[in-house]
C-alpha cells in the first residue's frame, strides 16, 4: 500500500498560484503513477491530473490545460501540483492519488488517496 499526505492548500486571489505537495510513503519502491483530483462542494469528484512514474506521460483536464503543472521527485517520494492563474472555479479540496503501475492511461484507476487540502480562490 501507499499512504499519501497532502499539502500546500489554503486561500488565494484570484489570479494567484498555490503549490500542492504529495508526500507518499509505503510500498514506495515499487513503480506508481500518481494523480491529483478535486471535489467542489455539492459536485461530483473530478479529475485534475496524472503523471507516470517516470513523468513520460502527462494528463490535464481541459479546465487546468495552461495553468496547472503536475510533476514529481522520485527520491524524495513527493509528486506536486503547480497551480497558476487561479479562478473561483477551482476552489475544492483537492486529492493526491496513486497507483501502482509503470504504464499510466487517462483512464487509470487510483486505489490510494490522501486526505485532501482545501484550496479557495477567492474573486
Known amino acids: 500500500q501507499v499512504q499519501l499526505v497532502e499539502s500546500g492548500g489554503g486561500l488565494v486571489q484570484a489570479g494567484g498560484s498555490l503549490r500542492l505537495s504529495c508526500a507518499a510513503s509505503?510500498?514506495?519502491?515499487?513503480?506508481?503513477?500518481m494523480g491529483w483530483f478535486r471535489q467542489a462542494p455539492g459536485k461530483e469528484r473530478e479529475f485534475v491530473s496524472a503523471?507516470?512514474?517516470?513523468?513520460?506521460?502527462?494528463f490535464y483536464a481541459d479546465s487546468v490545460k495552461g495553468r496547472f503543472t503536475i510533476s514529481r521527485d522520485n527520491a524524495k517520494n513527493t509528486g506536486f501540483l503547480q497551480m497558476s492563474s487561479l479562478k473561483p472555479e477551482d476552489t475544492a479540496v483537492y486529492y493526491c492519488?496513486?497507483?501502482?503501475?509503470?504504464?499510466?492511461?487517462?483512464?487509470?484507476?487510483?486505489?490510494?488517496w490522501g486526505q485532501g487540502t482545501q484550496v479557495t480562490v477567492s474573486s
Open positions: 509505503g510500498r514506495t519502491d515499487r513503480a506508481y503513477a
Open positions: 492519488a496513486a497507483q501502482h503501475t509503470k504504464m499510466l492511461v487517462r483512464t487509470t484507476k487510483f486505489d490510494y
Open positions: 503523471i507516470s512514474w517516470s513523468g513520460g506521460s502527462i
